[in-house]
């Protein structure tokens, strides 16, 4: 999964998953004897098409994990990525119908579950789709949850979200969340590349992200991206870069609740707005 409804969630039609075989917390089972051939080849041709353009514009740790999803021809199964990331970092994926509510959500991420759609698009949704599919969610999100300081971040960050439901404030959390996890840049030795999952697993915002002269590219501040509203169906016109992934960590230790309550009186951004 991605993101909690508020975020990719604000479309009309009703999810495309069948929620009827979740069980209490939103998982399920992967059905993967369910796939098709033509499921398999939509996420193989997505994997060799999205894989050849990421040097010089994905995060070299997104780069180097990559390979642990296995093999690219065809879905994987989320046990058998399971072996290898619970070794790495303790994380575990666990499937998902589609976006599930927020609280939910944030209890996975506090546990170290990570919530995977299993579904994935039709053919004629290869170039883009609104709801996160198994490719966003895998090819996205789950190279980075083999890092062990994003893995720990992403911990904190559900334990962050289940006390910004306490306090009302999950919109202004949902927002780091999209500028960081979803469109975060990352200023690495060689230049600046993507580390976010959103833009990963898009073929036309992968390359737009790092090198169009279009978009603001600014420093991540937590207070300017928590007022900052997103588009969630154009490419980004906004992003925040980071020097390294300490950096979220450092700058989300504070305790939010005043942060909160602060910026509740302010004024937002506009996605664009310089
Ligand atoms: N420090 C945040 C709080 O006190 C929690 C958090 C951690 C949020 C990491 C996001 C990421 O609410
Ligand atoms: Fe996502």
Known sequence: MAVQPAVYGASERPPRGDYTRARDDYTCAQDWAAYTAQDHDTYHRLYLRQSAQLPGLASEAFIAALPLLGAKERIPRFDDVNERLYRATRWQLVAVPGLI??????????????????????????????????????????????????????????????????????????????????????????????????????????????????????????????????????YQQTYFVIDGFEQLFDLTAQDFEPLYARLRGLPEFAAGAG
Not at 178 to 202: D, H, K, N, P, V
């Open 101 to 234: 509510p927020e609280v939910p959500f944030f209890r996975l991420l506090a546990a170290r579950k990570f919530p995977v759609t299993d579904w994935i698009r039709r053919p004629e949704e290869f170039e883009y789709i609104v709801e996160p599919d198994v490719f966003h969610d895998l090819f996205g999100h789950v190279p980075l949850l083999f890092n062990p300081v994003l893995a720990d971040y992403m911990q904190r960050y559900g334990e962050g979200g289940l006390k910004a439901a306490r306090l009302g404030a999950c919109e202004m959390l949902a927002r780091l969340y999209w500028y960081t996890i979803e469109f975060g840049l990352i200023r690495e030795a060689a230049g600046l590349r993507a580390y976010g999952a959103g833009i990963l697993s898009s073929h036309g915002e992968l390359p737009y992200s790092v090198r169009s002269p279009e978009p603001q590219r600014l420093p991540l501040s937590l207070e300017r991206a928590m007022r900052t509203r997103y588009k969630i169906d154009s």
